[in-house]
């Protein structure tokens, strides 16, 4: 079992930043590919971001291309979503997400491709 935990949500102005972690536990994350989703009210979850196994592979949402991060420290069970240049439109809940997988390069963007998530952490971006 894996266990995430968010953190590093909050309230910050358009054009401002925030850095998300999400710490893992239970096992650890080396043999898992991990994601960034976030759900605004009203609205269904979205793919964000995804780092494979091995880290080498990256992947974000147009909406965000150039301007978040993902990263991940595996000897530390920590992945982490720095989010730069913040529009009011990037406002919601973010969640972290495991997938089990053997390949090193994986990626996965559909939520149902991922058996752990987080409880989520509120980012809201004012105008």
């Known amino acids: 079992q894996l266990q995430l935990v968010e953190s590093g949500g909050g309230l910050v102005q358009a054009g401002g930043s925030l850095r998300l972690s999400c710490a893992a536990s239970g096992v650890t994350t080396s043999n898992y590919a991990m994601g960034w989703f976030r759900q605004a009210p009203g609205k269904e979850r979205e793919f964000v971001a995804a780092?494979?196994?091995?880290?080498?592979?990256?992947s974000y949402a147009d909406s965000v291309k150039g301007r978040f991060t993902i990263s991940r420290a595996n000897a530390k069970n920590m992945v982490h979503l720095q989010m730069n240049s913040l529009k009011p439109e990037d406002t919601a809940v973010y969640y972290c997400?495991?997938?089990?997988?053997?390949?090193?390069?994986?990626?996965?963007?559909?939520?149902?491709?991922?058996?752990?998530w987080g409880q989520g952490t509120q980012v809201t971006v004012s105008s």
């Open positions: 997400a495991g997938k089990p997988t053997i390949s090193f390069s994986g990626l996965y963007y559909n939520p149902i491709d991922y058996g752990y």
């Open positions: 780092i494979s196994w091995s880290g080498s592979r990256l």
